[in-house]
């Protein structure tokens, strides 16, 4: 099991702290996606604490690598607010929040099978694929969203009971060959920042490596660097997702 670096860990309290304090008594519809970013940080670690104490990241993964994950969710999901539905409800914020953590809640768990090694394409994609004509782009998009990404939560309010488990019938692969075939596409498809940034953040060839390490690792500035980061890795995946042929990982999803 890792430790986690207390510096950084303290210098991410401090910087969060300043940037709260900047953003009081903004309305949600005032705020730029940076701003709804770091708003929901605190959000953010909430859930990755909910997640360090819970059997399922026991020894896999420690609270700084939970923090960096659930910010990459939380960057997916603020890239996939539906503005009308939020200012539709009768309560707004509470529908954001909920939106946010379901797929905050999402990356995180997903993080944790892949680092236990669980990491598999569920069944139900797997079925969705075979049943669609045009299978091209969204046969790669099913697959780099199902390795690097977490799985969209849509099901009701009992997935909010964090220990719930779906059965998963889908059998895992080989994670040590497939960590190498995707540095291969890595490599031909990305530029060395985003190449990096993948390799480290989820330890295709090395240890798996918290936000805040990578930044300094590749020099990467900012207040919030960390988020930068999760940004890059969320351009990184759709850069594959866009560059890469359905027949190259086609084989690789029976």
């Known amino acids: 099991m890792k430790y986690y670096n207390v510096q950084n860990y303290i210098r991410y309290k401090e910087d969060l702290a300043e940037v709260l304090k900047r953003l009081e008594g903004k309305e949600i519809t005032e705020l730029t ?18 997640f360090a104490t819970s059997d399922q990241a026991s020894g896999v993964m420690d609270i700084t690598d939970l923090i960096q994950e659930g ?7 603020v890239d996939k607010i539906e503005w009308d539905v939020i200012k539709a409800s009768d309560k707004p914020k509470e ?12 990356a995180i768990r997903r993080s944790i099978d892949i680092n236990r090694g669980d990491m598999r394409i569920p069944e139900h994609k797997l079925n969705e694929i075979r049943k669609t004509e045009d299978k091209s782009k969204l046969i790669v998009q099913m697959f780099f969203n199902s390795i690097f990404s977490s799985i969209d939560a849509e099901q009701g309010d009992e997935e909010d009971n964090m220990m719930m488990q779906i059965e998963d019938v889908s059998k895992p692969y080989n994670i040590d060959l497939m960590n190498k075939y995707i540095l291969s596409l890595m490599s031909k498809h990305l530029n060395d920042t985003e190449y990096h940034v993948l390799r480290m953040s989820f330890g295709l060839d090395c240890d798996k490596m918290p936000a805040k390490n990578i930044a300094d690792a590749l020099d990467i500035k900012g207040t919030a660097n960390y988020v930068r980061v999760s940004q890059i890795k969320r351009d990184a995946i759709d850069k594959l997702i866009d560059k890469v042929d359905a027949d190259q990982v086609l084989d690789l999803m029976n």
């Not at 709804?36 to 909910?50: G, Q």
């Not at 529908?95 to 999402?106: C, D, E, P, Q």
């Open 71 to 77: 910010a990459f969710g939380l960057c997916a999901a």
């Open 33 to 50: 996606r940076n701003e709804l970013i770091e708003m929901h940080l605190p959000l953010v670690e909430t859930t990755a604490r909910r």
């Open 95 to 106: 529908t954001l929040i909920s939106f946010i953590y379901k797929r905050v809640k999402g």
